[in-house]
């Protein structure tokens, strides 16, 4: 599935690449990138966090004449007199004037680096509705979002992947040159996939996916559950014995009738009592009203 989402099969989409302290999700931030570069497609990066130079660094190799760097990393906040990008310029209307400004004609991948950070200085339902406008405002052929999870209340996190079709949470993996990839996607359906995804990198940010956790047994139970019985300890046997269980198939229930007992009760033997009754006149039955005689 990782390597579905680096050719660019999700169009429309919006995937947020969620990393921790614990592994920094920025290399396959560029790897995506980078496969959107080698696609032809014009790519533009709202850099906070780090560097144009310092993002090109990591893209050798890739045709960049299509990468448009967005300078927030210099005055995020806009406390100089001609800042090139602030966080309060992240609006549907201001990109769209970006993107009009190159000669691209097709429609723009939007890289965010990072989310988190403007999150940090705008309220998150401001962010999502910026973030849904973009998406819906046909500028933007995908969105690449990266969230450091660990900066933000879980409420703030679950509100922007809500709006993902797709989240990507990177970890550290069994490796040292591993990681962990848990991947969720959501179809336009609604149909909701998961998968989990070894990685590493190769030269030129090339992912190379290895294998799933469960090929190599990362998930495995542990010792104590497999040994733990939970009918040890009970004061009553939950398990009947080979002799208990002939006796109970043997068992004839009071409201199950045989086919013996079901032809003796529908076919009477000769001895049987029946009950015979004939009208006299008296009795004055009245076939259309049979209540007649209760005076109601």
Known sequence: MLTEFLQGTDAGGFLIIQDSASYS???LLKSFISAALNREDAVHVLGFEVSEEELKDGLKGSPIQRLHFHNAYTDPLGWTDNPAFTVHQFSLEEFTHLVKQTSHSKPAT?????LSWILRHLSPPAVCKTLQQLRKGGAVRTIIALLHA???HRGTVGSVCHLATSVITVAPGMRGDEALAKITK???SGKVMQDEEIFSFKEG???????????LGLKQTDPEEQEMDPTANLTFNLRLS????????????PFVFSKDKK???LHSGPGSGRILYEPDANDDYDQEDPDDDLDV
């Open 25 to 27: 999700g920025r290399d």
């Open 110 to 114: 939007l890289v965010i680096d990072s």
């Open 150 to 152: 660990d900066m933000h």
């Open 186 to 188: 959501r179809s336009k």
């Open 205 to 215: 940010l090339t992912v190379v996916v290895q294998s799933r956790p469960s090929q």
């Open 242 to 253: 080979d002799a208990e269980r002939e006796a109970k198939e043997k068992l004839a229930l």
């Open 263 to 265: 032809t003796a009760l």
